[in-house]
Each structure stands twice: as structure tokens, then as C-alpha cells.
């Protein structure tokens, strides 16, 4: 890149997978985030912590940057759009991509080639603990973007304990990145590849009835699913409750993957009857823990109905 090289050949870099060029980018544009920000919150610590969430938000979205010369604009309507949400003490659905044809659900590599996220961001994902990684990738990197309340909900602990979890996972995920600026590791991509297919694979067992038979194979015999941190069910009920949604009519359509050492995140549209249009909420987050390759721990995050 030239030595000062403009906002869209940032953009067009950091999506060709350049590291540096997004850090040039966010911190060209971190003091206009943050006037943003303090501008709505009136304080400094919360501002700060608005921007570090902007940012975050940024790197996951980087690769759907229609105008790169207005990255600008865009960085710090992240802000005020992240700085609203803290005000209303909640946060807003994020958009999900529209597909073209229903035969792109079936095809995961144009959708990881369209909206996965270069591979310098998941080998730092994988560096964190288990429970930073789930909770960042559910946070920043799942289309949903559940609220600490949500999150709270999910892993049965308090909002508080979600807050700081999730700031020393930002400051852990930061550092992890800046020691990996310039390493390549194309294993990553393979990965969110793998748990795609893997994903799709799991819906169609479902349709057809085999849904058991994949389970022998890919689910840990003592699989759990959990409520917060109280398991309310194993195989057979989740195996049940599957057949039960197909049988009223309801169908799950993949959307994304993530994946990063033990947890996986799919993401999925929720497809109700014509005739039972709110039967189930619009979509639905599996929250996938692995152990020695087998799912062993499951929990769903359902976007709320509109």
C-alpha cells in the first residue's frame, strides 16, 4: 500500500485479509467514533467501551462494505448505532443476508466466501478461553447479536459477570491479534468450511428422517442440552424436539457458520407454516460445544418475534 493510502484501499485490503490495513483503518477513524459515542452517552468508560464494540462489530462486517470510500461514515454510524443500543439498554437485531435462490442454502461455500471472516480474526478467537471464545463469538460474530441480558440468560450467570467477562475478552482478543499481524493460517477457512457442510448435513439427516443415525455418529453418547447451566435434556430429546417442529410444519434454513477450536455457532432461519406464521421465533442460533470431535454440549439462542 502507498504510504498514505486512502479510506478504500484500506477497505479493499483488510478484505483481501490484510491485518494491518484494518488496525490503520479503525484507528483512523477510532477519535470520530468516539466523539460519536460520547456525544449520546455523555461519559467517557461507557463511550470508550461503545467504541471497542463498534470496532469488534467492524472486523466481523468489514467483508460487506458496499462503498469503501465512505468507510468513514460507516465507522461512526457503528458507533451511534452501538451507543443508542446502549441506551436502550438492549441491541437490535442485526440484518441477515438475503439469498438469492433457496439452492444457495444448500451451497456453504458461497455463503462462507460471501460472509466469512479472515482467518487472522478466528486463530485469535482461538486463542482466548472457552468461555471468552463463546461468549465473543455470540456477542460480536453471530448475525443476532444477543444482548447481555440474552447472553446472561444463556449461560445462567449474571449481567455483571457477562460485562466483564466480555471486557476481558476484548482486551485478550485485542493482544492476540496484535501478536498474529502478520502470520497466515489457512486452516481456518477450512474449518468454517467444514461446520458449514457439517451444518447443512445436520438439517437435511433431519428432513429425511435420519436425523438419529447422524447423532450416533457426531454427538457425544452423554450430549447435553442446557438451559443456562441446567441440563434439560440428551439426544433423544433433542432428537424429539427436531421431529416434532418438522411434524408441525417448521422448517430450519442455514445461514452461517463459525467455529473456532471447541465451539461452533450455526446460525439458522426458522421457517414457519403458512398457516402458523408465529409458531416458532424467526430464527435460531445452535451453540455448539465439541470434546475429542463429537457435539457434546448444545444450547439454542431464538431471536425474539417481532
Known sequence: MPDSPSDAELVRAAQAGEMPAASVLLE??????????????????????????????????????????????????????????????????????????????????????????????WRAIGELSPTHRGMVMLRYFSPRTPSYDQLADLFGIPVGTVRSRLNEARGKLAASMDAILDAAHPDSAAAVLASAREAVETLAAAEQGRLAELAAERWAPDIGYFSGRRRVGDAAFLIRGMNADLEAGVHQRFVSAVTSRETTIWEMDLVNPADDPRHCPPAVAWFVSMKDGLVSELRLFHSPSV
Open 28 to 121: 483512523k477513524h477510532r477519535a470520530g467514533m468516539f466523539a460519536v459515542a460520547l456525544s449520546i452517552l455523555g461519559n467517557v468508560p461507557d463511550a470508550e467501551d461503545v467504541v471497542q464494540d463498534a470496532v469488534l462489530i467492524a472486523l466481523r462486517r468489514m467483508g460487506d462494505v458496499r462503498r469503501p470510500e465512505a468507510a468513514g461514515a460507516w465507522l461512526r454510524a457503528l458507533a451511534r448505532n452501538t451507543a443508542r443500543s446502549r441506551l436502550r439498554s438492549q441491541v437490535p437485531l442485526s440484518p441477515l443476508p438475503e439469498l438469492r435462490d433457496s439452492a444457495e442454502w444448500a451451497d456453504p461455500e458461497k455463503i462462507i466466501d460471501r460472509h466469512a471472516l479472515r482467518d487472522w480474526i
